[in-house]
């Protein structure tokens, strides 16, 4: 079983910073050595978008167009722990931000920001930025 429980949403004024967290707990079945963890954005009337993703075994990072610059992804040393730095916001950030888990090699690139490659979902938590 997989868990991902996010934290550190809030509201922001535009231009400036939020944190985001990602607890990731894993059962003993999931012994495969690739794992990845994105952060994907849901705004209103809009459909379901990834924004950062980290391989956990190699550090490795790949980025939405929309937020190189701007986000960063990271983990903890345990890697049981993702982070979203996210720096000058913008009002086109507002948005649900939910973490997702995927075991099992994916080919470096924009596979990596796609929805469907990532089974293991968090609730979500809400960003919001005022302009």
């Known amino acids: 079983q997989v868990q991902l429980v996010e934290s550190g949403g809030g509201s922001a004024q535009a231009g400036g910073s939020l944190r985001l967290s990602c607890a990731l707990s894993?059962?003993?079945?999931?012994?495969?050595?690739?794992?990845?963890i994105g952060w994907f954005r849901q705004g209103p009337g809009k459909e379901r978008e990834g924004v950062a993703t980290?391989?956990?075994?190699?550090?490795?990072?790949f980025y939405a167009d929309s937020v190189k610059g701007r986000f960063t992804i990271s983990q903890d040393n345990a890697k049981t722990t993702v982070y979203l730095q996210m720096n000058n916001l913008k009002p086109e950030d507002t948005a649900m931000y939910y973490c997702?888990?995927?075991?099992?090699?994916?080919?470096?690139?924009?596979?990596?920001?796609?929805?469907?490659?990532?089974?293991?979902w968090g609730q979500g938590t809400q960003v919001s930025v005022s302009s």
């Open positions: 894993v059962s003993s079945g999931y012994t495969s050595a690739e794992k990845y």
């Open positions: 980290i391989r956990t075994r190699t550090s490795d990072t």
């Open positions: 997702a888990a995927r075991f099992g090699y994916l080919r470096f690139g924009p596979a990596l920001l796609a929805p469907p490659n990532f089974p293991n």
